[in-house]
């Protein structure tokens, strides 16, 4: 067994006997992995600040391929603390933690390390956190093999007249293939959801969305995650009563 060392974010932990956790921990050298912080509970234990969600660091374990790794230590790069203070800032948080620990059960990708990574970062730095979370999902369908058609028409195939955007037949639709008593969204909206898609989230410096493409998107999203991913958490629900709130 070897120590290795690599940059990785706590997703979730688990209680372990008496006074250890075991740490579900994204990465990026490994994906998602499986790492036992022994007598973390203990209130003088090194690693007691680590063994939590959102520790983010440099890690330094004791790592077995397809095992439960040891934890040695873990060097904070970024402690999040505008997150940390924050009850709706903390509360997406949560949730891209939760997203993000599904997904990569399903696809054990280390790019997802950089996606989460850099939109924590961004809500960190002040950028609306509704709106990057609505750009992550977006993205994390790729990795879930289930994207909306958002380069033409989804039933015909026509890049020509895109007027709607529709969850149920999997993303845009051009004027020949809508249908009677059919809700559409504002033209903003099919456009800003494909600047989404392939927007660099790490070189965002600013985000200047209107509330109803915000809340269409949210709309379009839920529904589409509901139709085709099989992913229901409950911190998606604490989320749409903190959205109530604002």
């Given at each position: 067994m070897?120590?290795?060392?690599?940059?990785?974010?706590?997703l979730?932990?688990t209680?372990f006997?008496?006074?250890?956790k075991i740490?579900?921990?994204?990465?990026d050298?490994?994906g998602?992995?499986?790492?036992m912080?022994?007598g973390a509970r203990?209130?003088k234990?090194?690693?007691?600040?680590?063994?939590n969600p959102l520790?983010?660091g440099?890690?330094?374990a004791y790592?077995?391929?397809?095992?439960?790794?040891t934890?040695?230590s873990?060097d904070?790069?970024?402690?999040?603390?505008?997150?940390?203070k924050?009850l709706?800032k903390i509360?997406y948080?949560?949730y891209l933690?939760?997203?993000?620990l599904?997904v990569?059960r399903q696809?054990?990708?280390?790019?997802?390390?950089?996606?989460?990574?850099?939109?924590?970062?961004?809500?960190e730095d002040g950028?609306?956190p509704?709106?990057i979370?609505?750009?992550?999902?977006?993205?994390l369908l790729?990795?879930?093999?289930v994207?909306p058609?958002?380069?033409s028409?989804?039933i015909c195939?026509s890049?020509?007249n895109?007027v709607?955007?529709s969850?149920?037949?999997g993303?845009?639709l051009?004027?020949?293939?809508?249908?009677d008593n059919?809700?559409?969204?504002?033209?903003?909206t099919?456009?800003?959801?494909?600047q989404?898609?392939y927007?660099?989230i790490?070189?965002?410096?600013?985000?200047?969305?209107k509330?109803i493409?915000?809340?269409q998107?949210d709309e379009?999203l839920?529904?589409?995650?509901?139709r085709y991913?099989g992913?229901?958490l409950?911190?998606?629900?604490?989320l749409k009563?903190?959205?109530?709130?604002?």
């Amino acid at each position: 067994m070897k120590i290795e060392e690599f940059n990785g974010i706590v997703l979730s932990t688990t209680n372990f006997k008496e006074s250890s956790k075991i740490l579900n921990v994204l990465t990026d050298k490994y994906g998602l992995i499986g790492i036992m912080a022994k007598g973390a509970r203990n209130i003088k234990s090194k690693l007691r600040s680590a063994a939590n969600p959102l520790a983010y660091g440099t890690i330094n374990a004791y790592y077995k391929e397809d095992k439960l790794s040891t934890l040695i230590s873990l060097d904070v790069i970024n402690s999040f603390s505008n997150i940390q203070k924050d009850l709706e800032k903390i509360s997406y948080a949560n949730y891209l933690l939760d997203l993000f620990l599904q997904v990569s059960r399903q696809a054990n990708d280390s790019d997802l390390f950089d996606l989460l990574i850099n939109a924590l970062i961004k809500i960190e730095d002040g950028l609306n956190p509704r709106i990057i979370t609505q750009i992550v999902e977006l993205k994390l369908l790729d990795y879930l093999g289930v994207s909306p058609k958002l380069d033409s028409c989804a039933i015909c195939g026509s890049q020509n007249n895109i007027v709607n955007l529709s969850s149920f037949h999997g993303g845009y639709l051009c004027s020949n293939c809508i249908e009677d008593n059919m809700n559409f969204v504002d033209s903003k909206t099919i456009r800003v959801i494909r600047q989404y898609y392939y927007v660099d989230i790490s070189k965002i410096t600013k985000l200047d969305i209107k509330d109803i493409t915000i809340k269409q998107i949210d709309e379009f999203l839920d529904d589409y995650y509901d139709r085709y991913t099989g992913l229901y958490l409950k911190s998606k629900s604490f989320l749409k009563q903190i959205q109530k709130l604002n």
